[in-house]
């Protein structure tokens, strides 16, 4: 009900009215409610969320902020029923932004320096969103235009002029040439915003959007269009479009992964959007903005990672079976091929490992991991690898196999069990499902998005 908000979204030249039920986001709609109801299952409502010490309510522990190492374990904990009930698939599902919050709490001492109201607002954020487990994107790249006609600007906005001050304006609204997000009006009750960000993922289904960089602009240090802040989805002025849809075949067996975890990826515009002051974490300071930046995503990039050690043993779960199936998993080659799989997995294990043995207390008393980042790099080096393993087990077979209503024909189904299952119907079933489960993953329009992402 949450997301039946009138919210402007739109798809393919339409705009949609109900998210919850259009064909194209129903199958990540039905799937982000079953794993959040997780949280009220007997098994996991104590391993995914806990008895916040200021309300008593039982909250995410996707929000928590941890300040033991005991803590950080349980907040991991969290994060892997996360990553493994989507199968490592979904880059941003809500315990990935819901990290970039506890980020922002943790920085609130040097908000605080830059003005006195930022630190209130990131704490009581913080509390809003554990508080009502919000769902979240984020939009923090700007919109790649053509460099040689579009002028950005050169002058920085005078030192926090937006603190005790309305009705300063930076720029004429009128002018359209910036297509970055800036800030064009700052009234009594908050700033107004025109301008586009991108790649928001998971945009139609989330609650809130977060804005917390445009690291081209900060490295340039043009601090008009540095902002940090946080709005509804449902903000009038602000536009969500939408990409193309992964899946064509909604439902079908054919599309597991397109079905179920296209998380959807968007343009965000900003049509003189309205952001009350008590919504804005920082104005018009790209050093701070880029000083903070790895601090606040410290949380978010160990979700990530922990999705990574998924995602590779998913590709080992599915090439293992498919050796099976085509009776080729004692091929000295294929066995090569699989251990390689397994030592990707293992390296971002032990990885993990060791950014649990780096833990420590950031300056305002927030256990955190080791450093990561470089599990990004990684990811990026072995990434073809692991879908050319996959392709090479899987084979011609990936290419060639039928539909559910090709099943389910009469006329057709002597003919595929005894092409496909040997003429057992039960293995021409499950060879099917198999096979074109394998294709969705490593050679469909998800897969390539996947890579691509």
Same mark, same amino acid.
């Given at each position: 009900?949450?997301?039946?908000?009138?919210?402007?979204?739109?798809?393919?030249?339409?705009?949609?009215?109900?998210?919850?039920?259009?064909?194209?986001?129903?199958?990540?709609?039905?799937?982000?409610?079953?794993?959040?109801?997780?949280?009220?299952?007997?098994?996991?409502?104590?391993?995914?969320?806990?008895?916040?010490?200021?309300?008593?309510?039982?909250?995410?522990?996707?929000?928590?902020?941890?300040?033991?190492?005991?803590?950080?374990?349980?907040?991991?904990?969290?994060?892997?029923?996360?990553?493994?009930?989507?199968? $490592?698939?979904?880059?941003?599902?809500?315990?990935?932004?819901?990290?970039?919050?506890?980020?922002? /709490?943790?920085?609130?001492?040097?908000? *605080?320096?830059?003005?006195?109201?930022?630190?209130?607002? +990131?704490?009581?954020?913080?509390?809003?969103?554990?508080?009502?487990?919000?769902?979240?994107?984020?939009?923090?790249?700007?919109?790649?235009?053509?460099?040689?006609?579009?002028?950005?600007?050169?002058?920085?906005?005078?030192?926090?002029?937006?603190?005790?001050?309305?009705?300063?304006?930076?720029?004429?609204?009128?002018?359209?040439?910036?297509?970055?997000?800036?800030?064009?009006?700052?009234?009594?009750? $908050? %700033?107004?915003?025109?301008? +586009?960000?991108?790649?928001?993922?998971?945009?139609?289904?989330?609650?809130?959007?977060?804005?917390?960089?445009?690291?081209?602009?900060?490295?340039?240090?043009?601090?008009? /269009?540095?902002?940090?802040?946080?709005?509804?989805?449902?903000?009038?002025?602000?536009?969500?479009?939408?990409?193309?849809?992964?899946?064509?075949?909604?439902?079908? /067996? $054919?599309?597991?992964?397109?079905?179920?975890?296209?998380?959807?990826?968007?343009?965000?515009?900003?049509?003189?959007?309205?952001?009350?002051? *008590?919504?804005?974490?920082?104005?018009? *300071?790209?050093?701070?903005?880029?000083?903070?930046?790895?601090?606040?995503?410290?949380?978010?990039?160990?979700?990530?990672?922990?999705?990574?050690?998924?995602?590779?043993?998913?590709?080992?779960?599915?090439?293992?079976?498919?050796?099976?199936?085509?009776? %080729?998993?004692?091929?000295?080659?294929?066995?090569?091929?699989?251990?390689?799989?397994?030592?990707?997995?293992?390296?971002?294990?032990?990885?993990?490992?060791?950014?649990?043995?780096?833990?420590?207390?950031?300056?305002?008393?927030?256990?955190?991991? $080791? *450093?990561?980042?470089?599990?990004?790099?990684?990811?990026?080096?072995?990434?073809?690898?692991?879908?050319?393993?996959?392709?090479?087990?899987?084979?011609?077979?990936?290419?060639?196999?039928?539909?559910?209503?090709?099943?389910?024909?009469?006329?057709?189904?002597?003919?595929?069990?005894?092409?496909?299952?040997?003429?057992?119907?039960?293995?021409?079933?499950?060879?099917?499902?198999?096979? &074109?489960?394998?294709?969705?993953?490593?050679?469909?329009?998800?897969?390539? &998005?996947?890579?691509?992402?």
């Amino acid at each position: 009900e949450s997301l039946r908000d009138g919210r402007e979204v739109w798809l393919d030249g339409k705009r949609v009215e109900d998210v919850t039920t259009h064909p194209a986001f129903s199958g990540m709609v039905q799937e982000m409610a079953r794993m959040y109801d997780l949280q009220y299952t007997d098994k996991l409502h104590d391993i995914m969320t806990f008895t916040s010490p200021e309300t008593g309510n039982r909250i995410s522990y996707s929000y928590s902020l941890p300040s033991t190492y005991k803590e950080l374990m349980a907040r991991k904990r969290n994060s892997e029923i996360w990553m493994q009930e989507s199968f $490592g698939q979904l880059g941003r599902t809500p315990d990935f932004c819901s990290s970039v919050v506890c980020g922002w /709490y943790d920085v609130r001492n040097e908000l *605080d320096k830059l003005a006195p109201r930022l630190a209130g607002n +990131a704490v009581n954020f913080h509390r809003f969103c554990a508080e009502n487990d919000i769902a979240l994107t984020h939009a923090i790249g700007d919109p790649q235009v053509d460099r040689t006609s579009v002028t950005m600007g050169e002058n920085s906005a005078p030192d926090n002029p937006w603190i005790g001050v309305g009705g300063y304006a930076l720029e004429n609204p009128d002018d359209d040439q910036a297509t970055a997000l800036k800030v064009t009006k700052e009234l009594s009750g $908050g %700033i107004v915003l025109k301008g +586009a960000k991108q790649l928001a993922t998971l945009a139609p289904l989330a609650n809130e959007c977060l804005v917390y960089l445009s690291a081209t602009f900060a490295a340039r240090s043009l601090n008009e /269009y540095v902002q940090w802040f946080s709005i509804p989805m449902n903000t009038p002025g602000l536009v969500t479009l939408c990409r193309e849809p992964l899946s064509q075949n909604p439902g079908s /067996y $054919g599309h597991p992964f397109s079905h179920r975890f296209d998380e959807q990826d968007a343009m965000m515009y900003f049509n003189d959007v309205f952001v009350p002051w *008590d919504r804005v974490m920082m104005l018009y *300071d790209s050093d701070a903005a880029s000083r903070l930046l790895g601090r606040v995503n410290v949380l978010a990039g160990y979700s990530s990672n922990i999705r990574l050690y998924e995602r590779i043993r998913t590709f080992v779960a599915v090439v293992t079976m498919l050796a099976e199936a085509n009776e %080729i998993d004692e091929v000295r080659d294929v066995r090569d091929k699989l251990g390689e799989l397994v030592s990707y997995a293992e390296m971002i294990r032990l990885a993990i490992r060791g950014m649990d043995a780096d833990a420590g207390l950031t300056d305002s008393g927030l256990m955190v991991p $080791g *450093d990561g980042f470089a599990l990004g790099i990684y990811a990026a080096q072995i990434s073809k690898r692991v879908l050319d393993i996959l392709q090479q087990i899987g084979g011609l077979e990936l290419l060639a196999q039928p539909s559910e209503k090709d099943l389910a024909n009469p006329e057709l189904r002597p003919y595929l069990d005894k092409l496909i299952g040997g003429g057992n119907r039960s293995v021409t079933a499950q060879r099917a499902r198999l096979f &074109r489960l394998a294709y969705d993953l490593c050679a469909s329009t998800f897969a390539t &998005r996947q890579e691509v992402y």
